[in-house]
């Protein structure tokens, strides 16, 4: 495969929260390929369909455990025991609807959770390098025309949104007040960062209210696909788009630990965000089948109708851009979800890795 990183990751120890989910999956199997030795911490698979349950990762990888972020003494036991040099923080209780739903388990597992994991990387003195991943949600969204830049307050709606917000808030505090870079080399050795994507799409997502695996199941089914919220602009952009930011942006950490720990922003280019309906068409163009209903209701929950994210930071400071535009995007999401059944569900992700390096 190829190798943006230069053999960084070969040998290295990585750990990875929330490593069978959907980011999780994809994250250790690209990790695994480049030869780090990929420790995950996570609860059972959503279903049975999942990227990670078919991929078969949990296998190879070094360490496969199920575990609970709000665990704070099992977290600092598990770091204790892998020794992780380098921590990258997906584990969250990510979906906006849900979060409604369970207010205040969206908050202990993404606010303390959060904690937890920080509280377990100060505890751990191998620990090099912290990618805390959080969500463009965190933003306090006035729904502006402009992308929304690593500087701008936090905030949040919804309990999800607001849960992220709040994650962003504790994760400075904590480098403020542990992880100094000032301090760097005399009370700690540790660079933290957080980073925040837009709506990631991509092949072996089956979560409940997220637009594409929705109309997979609609299509699988034979029915039309119902969109609620059909003019809603999201910045979408293919799981390995943000993941090449995050590996990109550990390894400069690693290089320079007092020069990239803040904020990052890994989003799409402006002409790939979109409405849903159109990201539901380009769909089901790419499928060949299928039909699109309008279910939108006016009494629905509040979700945000326009948001979009500025990555110039992150493209003159790491040099990291996007590469596929909306199409491609779409094709190689639509490719994975027509493959899943009859192929290596792994080498089919190899195969999108290295499609994704070399459009």
């Not at 480049?34 to 698979?45: C, K, Y």
């Not at 629905?300 to 979009?308: G, I, P, V």
Request: glycine share 8%; aromatic share 10%; with cysteine.
């Amino acid at each position: 495969m190829t190798d943006i990183f230069n053999n960084f990751y070969k040998g290295k120890k990585v750990l990875v929260t929330g490593h069978t989910g959907f980011k999780g999956s994809w994250l250790c199997i690209w990790l695994h390929e480049l030869g780090a030795e990929v420790v995950g911490i996570g609860l059972a698979p959503y279903s049975e369909r999942d990227n990670f349950v078919l991929s078969g990762i949990g296998k190879k990888m070094k360490a496969d455990i199920r575990a609970d972020i709000r665990d704070g003494e099992k977290m600092k036991a598990i770091f204790a025991q892998y020794q992780p040099e380098i921590v990258f923080h997906l584990a969250a209780q990510p979906l906006v609807r849900l979060s409604y739903e369970c207010p205040v388990e969206t908050y202990e597992t993404n606010v303390m959770g959060t904690i937890h994991v920080m509280e377990a990387i100060r505890a751990t003195d191998s620990v090099r390098v912290g990618v805390m991943i959080t969500t463009d949600k965190c933003y306090d969204n006035k729904e502006q025309l402009r992308g929304y830049k690593e500087d701008d307050p936090f905030g949040g709606y919804d309990p999800y949104s607001s849960s992220k917000g709040a994650c962003e808030v504790a994760i400075q505090s904590w480098r403020r007040s542990f992880f100094n870079p000032d301090d760097y080399g005399k009370k700690h050795h540790v660079s933290l960062a957080s980073v925040r994507a837009g709506n990631v799409i991509g092949g072996g997502d089956w979560a409940k209210d997220r637009i594409i695996p929705d109309c997979i199941r609609a299509l699988e089914a034979g029915k039309p696909i119902d969109i609620r919220s059909p003019k809603a602009v999201r910045p979408w952009e293919h799981v390995l788009e943000p993941l090449s930011g995050y590996m990109l942006l550990a390894q400069k950490m690693w290089e320079q630990p007092t020069g990239y720990c803040e904020g990052w922003n890994f989003g799409p280019e402006p002409d790939a965000v979109s409405t849903v309906w159109e990201v539901a068409t380009k769909l089901v163009q790419s499928f060949g089948h299928g039909e699109l209903k309008d279910v939108s209701d006016p009494n629905a929950l509040h979700e945000a109708n326009l948001l979009m994210l500025d990555i110039n930071k992150a493209k003159s400071r790491l040099g990291w851009k996007p590469r596929l535009n909306a199409m491609q995007t779409i094709d190689l999401v639509a490719d994975w979800y027509k493959k899943y059944r009859t192929e290596d569900v792994y080498q089919l992700c190899v195969n999108q890795i290295q499609q994704f390096l070399c459009p």
